[in-house]
């Protein structure tokens, strides 16, 4: 897709307009015609921008026909360019089409000559109501149909003279009628009355019925057409953007269908029949869902199943809570689904992993294999299974009975979109919705789309259509000063980007600001650089150095290991090496189960959180165990085959103390391999301390008098500690508690004055009392 055009001349681009549309039928970009109807208006060229209007409207109209905006488009048209013959031509080409309904009104009651003379005097006043409208109403039709420019020697010409011509025609006959009916209610009131009038409105109605039929066969090829445009199933499919192999396995296995049907209708044998079961495997919005749809449609087409209606349900509507309620459940949805297509999303969750006791999911599987295998059931409804790829192979592969009824012929694999086809699928989300995208808008939707395709869980077309989404509701609730046309039609650049959750002060003005730690600031600010320079030489399309960002953060408790790594996150998504830039704060807890298999998954899952991020885990030689029953050796070898498939997609951090890290990397070598940064994190100085109690304190607008610092100089110089920074804070909290005490129960409130904002030595006596006694 280009997104990047050339800038040219508004006439020059009017022609290059034309050419496309006489080539194509239709602009591809439509958002360039909207910006230059945009511009146009606030402009003086009323020629051009009655021609810009008119191909907007030509292209417009052969995706939605001609509806009311390309009506109103060619109309604006008309209005700045009188002399506009092109707009004048389908403006009236189209405009025919609201005149169907014209003979609606010229519907007559039934005049008898066995009526009663009352009757038929209150009839006859009917008739010349009835035909007083049309008249009044059909000349001004008349008028307007002749006053249309329309091409001479074209289709339209004709359809427009046989419209005029019938027109005329019933005009006359109405008005043939009206004056019949005229004579003939005065002859009812006379008193001599005469059948020649009753004759002649007979002639004259039976002529107006020709004339109406004819009429609503002229009208009745527009409907026609309408309905012939509508797709069948295979059709459907095709248009879709992307799944190439799967239109392809699609269209196989719809080709073998109609052959088999073929071979019916010959009267030959088929002892097997086919199976319509299917397994379509693949990530959220590949679009399996619409494709267990249209191959509901298909089936049915085909005649291989009675109805095209698709039954969707999903572990909560099939499992129940108690014996018996899921057999009651799985054979109530399939009696819903008989003669169609039973539809089960995400089927690998009807059978949990290490689940027992009083799960019910193996049941509602061997209850679907039963009903769709028994004689009852078996063979009048189809049933497609939907879900991620390994979880449905390790799914089927649990369940051989289920396996067994699904082919590897009716396993379909729908791929991930690539950047290119969501951009497409979002061009198409947004002409559904009447909107079309400039180029600035597309790359902007580029990075997003870019940002969000972290893991599995990216929801591929789902993901894009809410982008879209996102932006119109943005663009509509945002106030804005224009109120044109591109205001409710174009979306824009600043309509897509995601708002900004970097906090005011930069990732790197925070670590500087940081209280000592001064190698490692030095260090981390080494390696942000070396990255941002690896970026740019990939920008260039020069070689890059490998760069190895998983990091060992060794040192004792409250020395900044978290804090610098909450900022290593934020500067790696700074320069663009990390998507999301956020960190997960981990521990054995949240990789280590009870049981085999179990520690796996819960790895991996904690991994899937930290993707596009930062995984720190603290106290990470704690992973190592002690018994040989231990399962910390799962974690540590599925985090590193973990990091080897993510790659750049996830950063880990291990932190803990010094000795312990080394233990631990050495008990695997991919582990060692894949640390290459070692950050040490030494104990806080007492001058380094004083400065986070300081500052800390200072955060509330508390200060320390000069005595209280004097003896925190001391006493944090002879006490042994334990938390660092940590405890700085600790410290501060308890003293400003302390404070809070002492003032308090002084019971003098009023006349505190400055008194609340120090922290005098005795709040710092009784805080260290209460944190190391």
């Known amino acids: 897709m280009e997104l990047h055009k050339k800038q040219i001349p508004i006439d020059e681009q009017i022609l290059l307009w034309e050419e496309e549309i006489n080539t194509k039928g239709f602009i591809q970009d439509e958002a360039s015609l909207i910006t230059a109807i945009k511009k146009l208006t606030k402009s003086e060229e009323h020629k051009q921008l009655s021609q810009t209007l008119t191909l907007a409207a030509q292209s417009r109209s052969q995706r939605n026909g001609y509806d009311s905006l390309v009506l109103e488009w060619l109309k604006t048209a008309i209005e700045h360019d009188s002399a506009n013959k092109k707009a004048k031509s389908l403006l009236a080409r189209n405009q025919w089409k609201d005149k169907g309904n014209l003979f609606e009104q010229l519907i007559f009651p039934r005049i008898r000559e066995t009526d009663n003379r009352a009757l038929k005097k209150k009839t006859a006043e009917q008739y010349i109501d009835i035909s007083q409208q049309f008249l009044s109403h059909a000349e001004e039709e008349l008028d307007d149909l002749k006053a249309k420019t329309v091409e001479k020697g074209s289709e339209v010409e004709a359809k427009f003279k046989r419209l005029t011509d019938m027109l005329e025609k019933a005009v006359e006959e109405t008005a043939a009628l009206l004056k019949a009916t005229e004579l003939y209610e005065e002859s009812v009131t006379g008193v001599f009355h005469t059948a020649i009038h009753y004759e002649e409105i007979q002639k004259r109605l ?141 089927a690998y969750s009807l059978k949990r992993e290490g689940q027992t006791g009083n799960d019910y999911g193996q049941t509602a599987i061997d209850t679907l294999v039963s009903l769709m295998t028994g004689k009852e059931y078996g063979g009048k409804f189809a049933v497609i299974l939907a879900g991620y790829p390994e979880e449905m192979r390790q799914f089927l592969d649990a369940n051989p009975g289920l396996r067994s009824r699904f082919p590897q012929s009716n396993l379909i694999h729908l791929p991930d979109y690539s950047d290119g086809e969501l951009l497409q699928i979002a061009d198409q989300a947004a002409q559904d919705n009447d909107y079309a995208m400039t180029d600035a808008a597309k790359l902007e939707l580029r990075d997003r789309i870019e940002k969000e395709r972290v893991d599995d869980t990216f929801g591929n077309a789902r993901t894009v259509r809410n982008l879209v989404l996102e932006a119109i509701f ?112 981990s521990s054995r807890a949240d990789f280590v189960a009870g049981y085999v298999g179990q520690t796996a998954i819960k790895t991996k899952k904690k991994i899937r959180e930290a993707l596009g991020g930062v995984l720190f885990i603290d106290e990470a030689y704690s992973l190592l165990g002690q018994s040989s029953g231990d399962f910390g050796k799962e974690v540590i070898d599925t985090l590193v085959d973990e990091m080897t498939r993510h790659n750049e997609n996830l950063v880990v951090i291990l932190a803990g103390y010094p000795a312990e890290m080394d233990m631990l990397l050495e008990s695997n070598p991919g582990l060692r391999s894949r640390f290459k940064k070692f950050f040490h994190f030494p104990d806080y100085s007492v001058s380094d301390l004083l400065l986070i109690i300081k500052n800390y304190a200072g955060k509330y607008q508390y200060r320390m008098n000069p005595e209280a610092e004097a003896f925190l100089s001391e006493k944090l110089s002879t006490t042994e500690l334990k938390g660092n920074g940590r405890f700085a804070t600790n410290l501060v909290d308890e003293a400003i508690q302390s404070q809070a005490y002492r003032l308090i129960d002084g019971g003098n409130v009023e006349n505190l004055d400055e008194d609340v904002f120090y922290l005098e030595k005795q709040d710092f006596e009784a805080a260290l009392k209460k944190l190391i006694g």
């Open 206 to 346: 039976q002529s107006l019925e020709q004339i109406k039929l004819q009429w609503e066969e002229e009208f009745a090829e527009e409907s026609e057409r309408q309905k012939q445009s509508e797709i069948d199933p295979l059709a459907e499919l095709n248009k879709m953007i992307g799944l190439e192999s799967v239109k392809e396995r699609v269209n196989d296995f719809y080709r073998f269908l109609k052959y088999q049907q073929k071979r019916k209708e010959l009267g030959l044998q088929t002892k097997d029949d086919q199976s319509l079961n299917m397994v379509l495997t693949g990530n959220p919005g590949t679009g399996k869902t619409s494709l267990a749809r249209l191959l509901a449609k298909i089936y049915h087409q085909l005649g291989v199943l009675p109805r095209e209606e698709i039954i969707e349900a999903d572990r909560s509507q099939l499992v129940g809570a108690y014996v018996g309620q899921t057999e009651e459940n799985v054979r109530k949805v399939v009696e819903q689904a008989l003669g169609g297509v039973l539809f089960i999303d995400e």
């Open 474 to 585: 943005k663009k509509g609730s945002r106030q804005s000063e224009e109120d044109d046309f591109s205001t409710y039609t174009l979306l824009e650049k600043e309509d897509f980007e995601s708002p900004s959750t970097i906090s005011a002060e930069k990732p790197l003005d925070r670590l500087n600001a940081l209280v000592g730690l001064d190698t490692v600031k030095s260090e981390v600010t080494s390696l942000i650089s070396f990255v941002r320079m690896q970026q740019l030489r990939k920008e260039k399309g020069l070689p890059a150095v490998p760069i190895q960002l998983h990091s060992v953060f060794s040192g004792n408790p409250g020395t900044g290991k978290t804090t610098v790594a909450k900022i290593y996150a934020e500067l790696l998504k700074e320069c663009g090496m990390l998507k999301r830039g956020h960190l997960i704060i």
